[in-house]
């Protein structure tokens, strides 16, 4: 079964310090998203990702917050000035194409203090 | 952009009987792409079952089946011969061709031995 990989499981991090989630898609997966659980509460869009560009956002998606694929391997989420309502799980997940299945990495828990 | 409704926040079962989880939906989308999710307490997002709204036929996989109603614009559950490994919180999800999922509040099941 193929799998999305994310790093870390767990941060803990200061508010305001930057903050950066790597994300591994399927290695021939072309449409990539991340996507937020605060606790308690529905999963939430952020952003979708497609041919080296950002495809959509979200309300949430603010400027504090970026994705790139650096090296066409790693899919990585950066919140740049961490504040406490980012305390969330970030789900990363990708899919090969349209009418295809979605496949959820195991989410990066981000705890900000 | 579509919404989800759930309006169970928690269900019960006993251990090999029957649970249906109600879902309902609205988007303004003629092709659209429905989904259940299965969230454990390691909180990784696991897909039990799709629907694909131009399919008239329910969608099965094994245990899990899925009542669509596409006027109605629901899409219930059903898990069979619950087993405690099914205990969890239950996220119904809908997506346009762009694969943006919109998620329900979720459903927690709780099975009882």
């Known amino acids: 079964e193929p799998e999305v990989t994310q790093t870390p499981s767990h941060q803990v991090t200061q508010m305001g310090q930057e903050v950066i989630l790597r994300c591994v898609p399927i290695s021939n997966h072309l449409y990539f998203y991340w996507y937020r659980q605060i606790l308690g509460q529905k999963v939430e869009f952020l952003v979708s990702f497609y041919n080296n560009e950002i495809s959509e956002k979200s309300e949430i998606f603010d400027d504090q917050f970026s994705v790139e694929r650096p090296d066409g391997s790693n899919f990585t989420l950066k919140i740049r000035s961490t504040k406490l309502e980012d305390s969330a799980m970030y789900f990363c997940?990708?899919?090969?194409?349209?009418?295809?299945?979605?496949?959820f990495g195991e989410g990066s828990w981000l705890t900000v203090v | 952009a579509q919404t989800v409704t759930q309006s169970q926040p928690e269900m019960s079962v006993q251990e090999a009987e029957t649970v249906t989880l109600s879902c309902t939906y609205d988007t303004s989308e003629s092709d659209y792409y429905l989904f259940w999710y299965k969230q454990p307490p390691s909180r990784q997002m696991i897909l039990v079952i799709r629907?694909?709204?131009?399919?008239?036929q329910n969608a099965t996989e094994n245990r899990f089946s899925v009542n669509f109603q596409k006027a109605a614009k629901s899409f219930s559950l059903k898990i069979s011969d619950s087993q405690l490994g099914d205990a969890a919180m239950y996220f119904c999800?809908?997506?346009?061709?762009?694969?943006?999922?919109?998620f329900g509040a979720g459903t927690t099941v709780t099975v009882r031995a």
């Open positions: 997940a990708s899919l090969t194409g349209v009418g295809n299945t979605i496949y």
């Open positions: 629907q694909e709204a131009y399919k008239q």
């Open positions: 999800a809908c997506a346009s061709n762009d694969y943006k999922l919109s």
